[in-house]
Structures are given as C-alpha cells and as structure tokens.
C-alpha cells in the first residue's frame, strides 16, 4: 500500500480501508439523505421538483466530502 | 422468422427458480429446505475440520493439524492483523470459523448434488453482517461508550468546521445503515449472479447437445459447454476472494469499533 517495502502499520491500513469502502457508501449516503429530503419536501410542498434536486444536491456535497477528506 | 429465433424456440433460460426450493422435510411447522441442510452441513465441516486438527494439539503438528495451521495462519496474517494488530488472536474465533463458514458455503455451488451456494439467499449473509455489526456496537460501545462512538463515526477529524452540518448526516447514514446492508449485499449478489451464469450456460449445452440436437444449433452448444468450464474456475477463485473480503470488512468493522477511525 505505500510501496517503500516498509510493512504498513495498522492505523495505515485502517485509513486505506477506510478510505476506499467509505467513499462509495458516502455516496450513495448524501444521495440517500438528501434526497429523502428532497423526497418528503416534494410530498409536504407538493413540488415534485424537490426530489430530484435534493437527489443532485446530495450527490454533489458527497462527491466534494470525499473530495474533501480523501482526494488532498 | 430468423435463424436463431428458430434455433433457440424451445429453448427456456433459467431463472430465479433456481433459488427456490420446496421444503424436505418438516421440523413441526418449520419447514427445511435445501439451501438449510447444505448450511448445516458446511457448519459440520468446519467444526469437524478444526476439532479434528485441533482437538489433541501437538507441539511438532502432523498430518491434519498441519493444515488446521496453515489454515489458521492465513486468516490471522492476511484478514486479522492489518487492522486489529495485537488484538488479533482474541478475534481469531470468531474470524476463522467465519471464513470457512462463507468459503466452504460458497464452494457448495460447485460440489456435484450439492450444487448451491448457500450464500446466494440472502438470508445467510444477512445473519452473518448482523453478527458482526452487532459485534460492532458492543465492542464500539464498550472502548468508545455511546456518545464517543456516535461521534467518531459520524466526525472524520481535520475538516473545516463549517463542513459539519452535511458531514455528519450522510456519515450516520453510511456508517449504521449502508455499512451493514453493502456487506451482506456484496457477497450475496456475487454469488447469485455466478450461480445464474453457470446455470444458464450449462443448461445451453444441455439443451443444443442432447435436449435438441441440430446441425446449426451444435457450436453453440459446444460455446455453452466451454464456457460452463471457464465460469466454474472463475467462480471457484471469485467464491474464495468474497469470503477473504468478507472477513476483511468484519475484522476493520470490528476495528473500527475498538479504536476511533483516525
């Protein structure tokens, strides 16, 4: 994983794993909660539109969380 | 008509049949099916394995108590010491056993009249994820308490404070509600989908080599019975990387219940 020939240590590993089974479950989580939101918006302003756009909301803060915590 | 609408007219495809069994046998009102007896039987194995190789250890091992420690040390080096470090062996029976368990069940799909893979019903898998996300809780709550594995599950450090707000809803949801379900899931949807595709390719040499022999419809037959060959090897290296994933993802779960993710 670090590619130096040094065993990595088990907090590297756990970051690694970490990393790479939490961003597609950060994912589909923005889109899961925002979404509902959008979804129970729609349904209480009668506004289907809201669905969607929490839909895309949601993916796009995911999308710059994991940005944000693993892609710097 | 076209040609191969004529070739392939009685031709019936498998489909979710497949995984549905009607009950053996009756244990009062709880009926047992065959996806049951295999489950049983693997867990005959595996505990039948390991007492064999274990029950009267030697210090200089022969024969089965040989491979009882290769097959032990595998699990330990390779699933529990990246992530639980000196924890490791306290874990190690819950892990080996879980390993076998997934491995040989997913073998089943291959062994002649056993021929299913246990974990393709999803109800396996299920109790499996369940038992180590519960193992998850527990532990979590005993080395984090309640409130301390609330927040640092839901609170990755080094992020600018505004960023908060929408990070702790999406990390709640994915870390006590998708992370079970993405478990299970994973290992259950690979071996449905393998199971399937052997399935459909061996009934295609069945049906264009015996069922319904035709001049135009024999290569076909012959594609089906090749690719029945090569599915069943790659199913056999896919069965044994979900139960290494499987009991990867149990040991950093359970990990991450012992420490805070930092």
């Known amino acids: 994983m670090t590619g130096n020939g040094r065993q990595p240590s088990e907090a590297e590993n756990r970051k690694f794993a970490n990393d790479v089974s939490a961003a597609p479950a950060t994912i589909v989580g923005g889109m899961l909660v925002y979404g509902g939101a959008g979804w129970l918006l729609a349904r209480w302003l009668h506004l289907s539109a809201l669905f969607p756009i929490g839909l895309v909301f949601g993916l796009v803060l995911a999308g710059y969380l994991v940005y944000a915590r693993y892609g710097r | ?262």
Not at chain 2, 51 to 56: I, L, N, P, Q, R
Not at chain 2, 70 to 86: H, Q, S
């Open chain 2, 1 to 262: 008509m076209s040609a191969p609408h004529v070739l392939a007219k009685d031709f019936e495809a498998p489909g979710l049949w497949l995984f549905q069994w009607k009950p053996l046998f009756h244990i009062g009102s709880f009926a047992v099916a065959k996806p049951m007896v295999l489950s049983l039987l693997v867990m005959v194995i595996v505990v039948g394995f390991f007492w064999a190789a274990f029950a009267k250890p030697k210090l200089v091992p022969r024969g089965v108590q040989n491979l009882g420690e290769v097959a032990y040390i595998f699990v330990r080096d390779e699933m529990g010491r990246p992530f639980l470090g000196k924890d490791t062996e306290k874990w190690l029976r819950l892990l080996v056993p879980l390993f076998f368990f997934v491995w040989i069940g997913n073998l089943m799909s291959v062994i002649p009249v056993a021929q299913f893979p246990v974990n393709s019903r999803i109800a396996f898998p299920m109790v499996l994820a369940v038992l180590i996300y519960l193992t998850f809780w527990v532990v979590g709550v005993k080395n984090q308490g309640f409130f301390g594995l609330l927040k640092n599950s839901t609170m990755p450090p080094d992020l600018p404070a505004a960023l908060y707000l929408i990070v702790v809803p999406i990390e709640f949801v994915s870390v006590f509600f998708i992370r079970p379900f993405t478990h299970a899931v994973r290992l259950f949807a690979n071996m449905f989908a393998g199971h399937i595709l052997i399935a459909l390719f061996a009934t295609v040499g069945f049906h264009f080599l015996w069922e319904k022999v035709t001049p135009q419809g024999f290569g076909v037959g012959v594609l089906g019975v090749v690719l029945t060959i090569a599915m069943t090897a790659f199913e056999l290296f896919i069965q044994a990387v979900q139960a290494y994933v499987f009991t990867l993802l149990a040991a950093f779960y359970i990990s991450a219940g012992l420490h805070a993710d930092h």
